[in-house]
Each structure stands twice: as C-alpha cells, then as structure tokens.
C-alpha cells in the first residue's frame, strides 16, 4: 500500500477557524505531515499563538485575524496567504458559534449570529477562496454538525445554519467539480475536550449521557476528524465530491437529542 499519499509536504493547507479544537487539530495533523498552514480566527492573540505551535512541528505557518462574516478581512487574508504559500491546495473551514437556547428565547440577532457565522461565514470562505484556490486539484471540506440533519431542541439556529452548509457542499460540488474542484463537509459528532461539547454537555451527567447515546458508546477525539479530513484531500479521495460524511460513531443513526437537561444546566450558569 502506497502510504506517500498522506504526504502533503508543501501543500498549502488554509484553515478558517483554526486557532482551536477540532479546526487546530486539523491543522496541527496536516503540518505534521509536512504541509504549510494558514490559520485564520477572530482574536489575534489566539491565532498568533496557533501559529507559533504549529511552527513548532517544524513547518511553515501564518496566523491571520479575520472575522468570516466581514469580505473584506477575509480578502485580505486570502491574499496574505497565498502571497506567502501560494495557491490554497486544502481548505478547511470550520468557524462556528453555537449556545443552548430555545427559539423563544433566541432573539433575532442570537439566530442571526449564529447562521452569519456558520452559513453566511462559510458561503464567504468558498467564495471569496475560490481565486486562492488550486485549479484542478484543491480540496475544500467543510466542517458541519449532526444538527444538520437532526432536528435538536435548543438548536434552531445551528440546525438552521449546519443544515444550509450541507446544502452548500452539494451546490458547490456540482458547480466546481468541472473545475477539478472537491468539496465534502466532514459531520463530526460529540468531540472530547472541545468548547462545541462544553457547550452541549456542560456537566458530568449531561456528558455521560451523551456517551450513552453514541451506538460505539465513546466520544470522539480530534484524531478521528483529522484522519477524515486528510483522507479526503489526498489523492485516495480523489474521486469524492459533494458527500456528507458523518464522522460520529453510528450518532447520526439514532433520533433526535434532547439538551433540555444540559439547556437548564447552562442557564443556570449564566
Ligand atoms: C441566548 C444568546 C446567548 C445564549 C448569546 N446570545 N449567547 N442568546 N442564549 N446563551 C445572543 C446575544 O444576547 C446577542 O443577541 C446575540 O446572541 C449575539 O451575541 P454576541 O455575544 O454579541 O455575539 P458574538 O460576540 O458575535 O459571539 C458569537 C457567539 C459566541 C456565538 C454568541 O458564543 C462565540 O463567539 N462563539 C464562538 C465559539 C463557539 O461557540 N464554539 C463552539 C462551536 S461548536 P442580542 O439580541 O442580545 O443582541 C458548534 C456546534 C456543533 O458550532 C455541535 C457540537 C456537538
Ligand atoms: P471552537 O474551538 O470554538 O472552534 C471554533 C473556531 O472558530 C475558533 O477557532 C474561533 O476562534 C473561530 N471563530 C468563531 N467565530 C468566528 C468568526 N466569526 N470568524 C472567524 N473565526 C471564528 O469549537 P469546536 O468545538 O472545535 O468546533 C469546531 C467545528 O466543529 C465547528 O464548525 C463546529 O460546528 C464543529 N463541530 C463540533 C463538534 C464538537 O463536538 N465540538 C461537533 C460537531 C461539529 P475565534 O474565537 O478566535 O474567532
């Protein structure tokens, strides 16, 4: 078996939301194996610090700040990164936000922040990526949720926004593929240790019984995503494109989820 295939040794790997949790994973598994990495988040310490890890694998990479929701800082960044590693041969773009809260207690802006980040966000990432992009060739994944396809009280918003991104990749995989252009969205379920399952099992027994739910009974590890991910954009998923592919121990098979416990735990730390 021809393993150089997951050799991505000066590839430009571009992660939109990188600075943390899964994304960073991400980025922190395709540095290892030797591509140069662009990371991209709000806050400019966290991005810097981003860099300096992955820096520190012995790889080449660059920590931009830039909001998903804003064109214009995205532009920039596109342009920053390409000037200095050349054309985007895999795109990753994860950012998200995300809280427990039931519609009636969501106002407009609460359900517009979350789709201007993930759905809106990711539209601008394809878009405004799509100059930056290698042609034929690059690889886009982007990083969806089980709400997508999961109707999940406490989660209009992100059901919403997730449901849309899928959406997305099969727009764009039809739109791009003549380009020599893939695009899939990885469905990650729970992840160990990550701000997403804080956020969603924010106590002992809200954990535990979100472990229970998963048909493999385990939470996921950042690993799972990033073999999934580096999968994809090597030549062994060359012929993948426009799929959803839950990553997520067999969750995607069971109904919908209850957070009404984890939602009253939440509000009460509020
Ligand atoms: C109700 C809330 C709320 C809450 C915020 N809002 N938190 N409403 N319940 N718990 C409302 C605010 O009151 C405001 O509405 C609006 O949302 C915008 O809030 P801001 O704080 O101004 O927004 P912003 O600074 O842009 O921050 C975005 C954010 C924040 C999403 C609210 O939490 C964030 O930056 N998150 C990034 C990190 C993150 O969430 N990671 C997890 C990703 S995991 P009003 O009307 O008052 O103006 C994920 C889920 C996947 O995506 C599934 C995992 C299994
Ligand atoms: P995380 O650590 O909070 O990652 C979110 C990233 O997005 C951070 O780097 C954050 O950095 C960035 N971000 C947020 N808003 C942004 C914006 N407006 N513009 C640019 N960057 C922004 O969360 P995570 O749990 O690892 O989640 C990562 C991805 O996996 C998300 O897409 C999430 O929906 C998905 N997911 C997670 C789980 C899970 O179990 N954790 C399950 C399913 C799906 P800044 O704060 O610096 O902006």
Do not use: Y
């Not at 949720?145 to 849309?164: D, E, L, N």
């Not at 990749?169 to 240790?193: D, K, M, Y």
């Not at 027994?205 to 048909?215: G, K, N």
């Not at 997520?248 to 416990?261: I, K």
């Amino acid at each position: 078996m021809d393993l150089s295939a997951l050799d991505f040794t000066g590839r430009h790997l571009f992660v939109a939301g990188g600075s943390s949790g899964i994304n960073f994973g991400i980025a922190q598994a395709f540095a290892r194996a030797g591509a140069r990495v662009t990371v991209i988040s709000r806050s400019p310490d966290k991005v810097a610090a981003a860099a300096r890890q992955l820096q520190a694998l012995g790889t080449q990479a660059l920590g931009l700040a830039a909001d998903v929701r804003h064109p214009d800082s995205l532009e920039r960044a596109f342009a920053a990164a390409s000037a200095r590693f050349g054309p985007i041969d895999v795109l990753v773009s994860g950012a998200a936000g995300n809280f427990l809260a039931s519609a009636l207690d969501m106002s407009p802006n609460a359900f517009k922040t979350v789709v201007d980040i993930d759905l809106l966000g990711s539209f601008n990432v394809a878009r405004l990526a799509h100059a930056h992009l290698r042609k034929p060739g690059a690889c886009v994944i982007q990083i969806s949720a089980g709400q997508a396809f999961t109707p999940t009280p406490f989660q209009a918003h992100v059901c919403a926004a997730k449901a849309g991104v899928d959406m997305l990749t099969q727009v764009l995989a039809l739109e791009w593929g003549p380009l020599g252009v893939r695009i899939n969205s990885i469905v990650p379920g729970p992840i160990a240790g990550t701000e997403g399952l804080k956020r969603l099992a924010p106590t002992e027994e809200t954990l535990d019984a979100m472990t229970q739910r998963v048909p493999l009974r385990r939470l996921g590890r950042i690993e799972d995503i990033s073999r999934m991910a580096m999968l994809l954009a090597s030549d062994w998923g060359s012929w993948i494109t426009g799929a959803i592919i839950p990553v997520d121990g067999g969750l995607a098979l069971t109904g919908p989820r209850d957070f009404s416990a984890a939602a009253a735990a939440s509000r009460r730390d509020r």
